[in-house]
C-alpha cells in the first residue's frame, strides 16, 4: 500500500476528509471562522502532512483541500499549546512548503504564491457572477455542497460539475492534463468558489466566452500574478479620518471615499479586515514569520525535568543535567508565555528554580546556579 500512495499520491489534488464522503458535518460561515480562532493543543512527531489534516478535518470539522502540487506524504512535526487554529494551520502549511488561504469555508493548502492570491482570485470571480447580466453565469452564485468518488477525473468533475449551470469548457483538455483524484467532499460553497478551488492546482481559472453559436462557455486562463478586489463600504462618520485609519493599518490597500461610502481595492482578506475596521470591529492579524518560530505555553505546578522532558522532545533538543540540579529538577514551576523565541521560553521554564542554562546548537545545558 505504502508504494501505491508513494506513487500516485503527488499526482492527487486532495480533500482530507475523517472517515468518508458525506460523514462529516463542516463547519460553514461565522461558525468556520469562530472555529479557525478557537485554540487548538497537539503534538505532532513525523506525521504524514494527508494524516495531519485528516486529523485536524475530523476533530475540528473543517473541510482541507490540499493542492495537487503539495506532496501529502512528507512528515511533518508541529507542537501546539493553546493556539488559535487558524495559526496552527499556516504554520502547517509552511512546514509544508506552500501556504493557506480561506475559500468559501474550505481551507486551502498549497503553493505560496498561488494560496496568496488565491482568495482574491474566488471573491473577484464570485462578484462578477453576482453582477452578471447573463443569467448562466450568474448561476455560479448558487451554493452547493461537491462530493466526489475515490480515482475521479479531474477533468470528468468539472465537466460535470459546469454542466449543471449549462456551461462547458472551450480549452479544458488543453489546460488540465489527465489525474485521478481522492474522494473528497466540499461543504455548502458557491459554484464560482468551487470552481476555483478545484482548478488552483492546474495554475487557472475561468472566463465567460460565447462560442460560434452564441452559447456561453468557460475558458481556461492562467491564475492572475497579482489580482485585486474592490469593495465598497457604506460608513457615516468621517470619511477622511477613516480613510487615514485604514491606510495606516493596511499601507498595501487602495482607498477611494464617496459621500457616504469607502471603496477599498486590494487583496480579499486585507478588503475584508478593512470593512471589519470600518464597521468598529477589532482585528486581529496573524503572521507565521518563516525561519523564526514563536512559542506559546502555559504550566501549572509541573515538576521542572517533566517539563524539560517535553521541551527538549518538542524542540528536538539533547537536555545535559549536572547531579548537582537533581534535587530542583523536582522542584515544581507554573509559568505562560504567549508567542516567545525559544530563548525565553527556557527563561520562563527556568526562572524559578535555582539552577541556570545554556543553549549551544541542540543542546541544552542545565547546571546549579552561581551563587
Known sequence: MSDFRHYFFPLLATLLLAAGVGATEWKTGIDFEKRLDSEVDMQWEDVPLADALDRLANTQEIAFFLDRR??????????????????????????????SCHVGSVV???????????ATVAAVQDDFARQARDPVL???????????????????????????HRLSFRNLDEAVPHDLWRAGEFPKITSAESLTLLLAGFGA??????????????????????????????FRGDLNDASSKIKAEFPELAVETQSGAVTVTGRFEEVTLAGRMLRGETIRRMN????????TLTVQQQPLGAVLDSLAKSLSLKVETSDEVQEA??????????????????????????VQWELNGDVLTVTPLKK
Not at 475561468?206 to 481556461?220: C, F, I, P
Not at 515544581?332 to 521560553?345: P, Y
Open 138 to 164: 450568474r448561476d455560479l452564485i448558487s451554493s452547493e455542497t461537491l462530493a466526489w468518488p475515490e480515482l475521479t477525473e479531474p477533468r470528468k468533475l468539472l465537466t460535470d460539475l459546469a454542466g449543471q
Open 108 to 118: 486551502y493548502i498549497g503553493p505560496a504564491d498561488t494560496a496568496r492570491n488565491l
Open 329 to 354: 529538577l523536582h522542584q515544581r514551576i507554573s509559568f505562560s508565555v504567549e508567542k516567545v523565541d525559544v530563548a525565553a521560553l527556557l527563561q520562563a521554564a527556568m526562572a524559578e528554580a535555582p
Open 205 to 234: 481559472t475561468y472566463r465567460l466566452v460565447k462560442n460560434a453559436a452564441g452559447d456561453s462557455q468557460l475558458e481556461l486562463i492562467p491564475l492572475p500574478e497579482d489580482p485585486k478586489f474592490s469593495k465598497r463600504f457604506p
Open 70 to 99: 503539495i506532496d501529502p506524504d512528507q512528515l511533518i512535526s508541529l507542537s501546539a499549546n493553546a493556539i488559535p487554529l487558524e495559526m496552527v494551520v499556516r504554520t502547517l502549511a509552511q512546514k509544508a512548503g506552500g501556504g
Open 288 to 295: 507565521v514569520t518563516p525561519g523564526k518560530k514563536l512559542y
